[in-house]
C-alpha cells in the first residue's frame, strides 16, 4: 500500500511539472495568434503566481479541513479545467481567467505534497519527488512541439495535456483511502499560520528560501541569452547548454535520492551551495573557449538539485510536525516570490548588464548561505536551551 501511495505522489508531481514549461514553448505562436505582444506571457506568469501564493498560505486551512489527498486530487482537477479553459483561449484575456484557478490548483499541490512527504516520508523520497517534478516539465514542451507541428496546434498541445492531468486526477481520487490521517497530521491541524509563523529561525530560514528560488530561476532563464550575447556562443548550442542546466537539476535530484538518507538535509544543502559556488566560478572565469562555462552551467544545476528538497524535508524535524504544513506552505509563497520576481528583475538589468550574470547568480548564493549559517545557529541555541530545560526537569 505505501509503495502504490508513493507512486501516486510521484504521478502527481509530475503532473504538477506538466503544465509549467507549456507556456514558454508554446509563446512565440500564441502571442501572434493572439494578437497580443511577446512581453504578455509576463503578465500571464504573474497571475499564475498570485494565485499559488495564495493557496500556498492557505494550505494549512485546506490540509486542516479536507486532508493532503483531497487537497491534491482537488488541485489537480483544477489544473486540467484551467488547461482545457487555455485550449479554447480566442482572447488574451481568457489566459487571464483561466491563469487564476491555473495557480491556485498548483499552489495547492506543492504545498500539500511537500509536507506530506517531509512528514511521512525519508529525505530520498523528497528528491526523487522533485526529480519527478522535472520529469513532467521536460516532457510537456515535447509535446507541445509535436502539436505545433501539426493541425492541432498550441491549443492541442494544451488539451493533450489536460487530459492527462484529467486521468492523473481520477487515479488520485479512486486512491483517497490511501491517505489515512495519522497522528502527526492530527497534531498538526491545531496550529494556525499565524502561530507557526512566530516560531523562532522563521526568517532566516523564509529569506535562505526565496534567494535558492530566486537563483535556480534566474539561473534556469538567462543562461541562453547569456551565452549568446556576452560568450558570443551560436543560438543553436546556446539553448542546448542552457537546457542541461535544467536536466543536471532533474539528473542531480534522481542521484542525490541514493545518497541523501545517509547524508542528511544539512550536509546536503551544503554540497549542493559549495558546487554552485564552484559552477559559477567556471561562468565568471574570463577564458576566450566557452566550454568552461557550458561546465559551469552544468554543476550549476547539479548544485541546485538537493537544496530545494534538503529544505523543506528538513522543516518538520527543525520546527515540528505540528508546524510543518503552515510553515511549508508559507516557505512555498516565499519560493513563488523569489521565482516570479528576481528573473524579471534580472531581465530589466539585463538589457545594459547581461555581464552581470554570474554575479546576480553569487549574490544570492551568499545570501542564502549567510541565512543557512543563521538558521544553524538559532537551531543550536534552541536545542540547548531545550536541554537545560530539561535537565531542571
Not at 537544496?307 to 519560493?335: D, K, L, R
Amino acid at each position: 500500500m505505501i509503495t502504490l501511495l508513493i507512486a501516486l505522489i510521484y504521478l502527481a508531481f509530475i503532473s504538477l511539472g506538466l503544465p509549467d514549461s507549456l507556456l514558454g514553448s508554446a509563446w512565440p505562436t500564441m502571442h501572434a495568434q493572439l494578437g497580443v505582444p511577446v512581453s504578455y506571457a509576463g503578465i500571464v506568469t504573474i497571475t499564475i503566481t498570485c494565485g499559488t501564493i495564495v493557496s500556498s498560505v492557505m494550505s494549512n486551512f485546506l490540509t486542516k479541513k479536507l486532508g493532503a489527498g483531497w487537497v491534491t486530487a482537488i488541485s489537480v482537477v483544477m489544473t486540467a479545467v484551467a488547461l482545457l479553459g487555455f485550449s479554447f483561449a480566442t482572447k488574451f484575456w481568457h489566459l487571464i481567467v483561466w491563469a487564476v484557478p491555473f495557480g491556485l490548483g498548483a499552489g495547492g499541490v506543492d504545498a500539500a505534497l511537500n509536507n506530506y512527504v517531509a512528514l511521512h516520508f525519508s529525505s530520498k523520497h523528497m528528491n526523487w519527488l522533485h526529480a519527478f517534478w522535472g520529469v513532467g516539465a521536460l516532457i510537456s514542451p515535447f509535446v507541445m512541439g509535436e502539436c505545433l507541428k501539426t493541425s492541432y496546434g498550441w491549443s492541442g498541445g494544451y488539451r493533450v495535456i489536460s487530459i492527462v492531468q484529467m486521468v492523473i486526477s481520477v487515479l488520485l481520487f479512486v486512491s483517497l483511502p490511501l491517505w489515512k490521517k495519522t497522528t502527526s497530521e492530527q497534531k498538526r491541524s491545531d496550529v494556525k499560520t499565524i502561530d507557526a509563523l512566530k516560531v523562532k529561525g522563521i526568517l532566516p530560514l523564509l529569506v535562505m528560501f526565496l534567494c535558492y528560488c530566486a537563483l535556480e530561476q534566474t539561473a534556469m532563464l538567462w543562461a541562453s541569452s547569456y551565452l549568446v550575447e556576452v560568450r558570443h556562443v551560436d543560438k543553436t548550442t546556446a539553448a542546448t547548454f542552457g537546457s542541461l542546466f535544467f536536466i543536471g537539476i532533474t539528473a542531480g535530484r534522481f542521484a542525490c535520492g541514493f545518497v541523501s538518507n545517509k547524508l542528511g538535509d544539512n550536509k546536503l544543502i551544503v554540497i549542493g551551495a559549495s558546487v554552485i559556488a564552484v559552477g559559477i566560478a567556471c561562468i565568471i572565469l574570463p577564458i576566450a573557449n566557452p566550454v568552461l562555462c557550458y561546465v559551469g552551467l552544468v554543476l550549476t544545476g547539479v548544485g541546485c538539485a538537493p537544496v530545494y528538497p534538503a529544505i523543506i524535508h528538513s522543516t518538520p524535524s527543525n520546527f515540528g510536525e505540528q508546524n510543518s504544513q503552515a510553515i511549508i506552505g508559507v516557505q512555498m509563497a516565499f519560493a513563488y516570490a523569489g521565482s516570479a520576481l528576481m528573473p524579471p528583475l534580472f531581465g530589466a538589468l539585463s538589457t545594459k548588464y547581461m555581464a552581470f550574470y554570474p554575479y546576480f547568480l553569487t549574490i544570492f548564493l551568499v545570501l542564502m548561505i549567510t541565512m543557512f549559517v543563521i538558521l544553524q545557529k538559532i537551531l543550536k541555541n534552541k536545542e540547548k536551551n531545550n536541554g537545560k530545560v530539561s535537565q531542571s526537569i
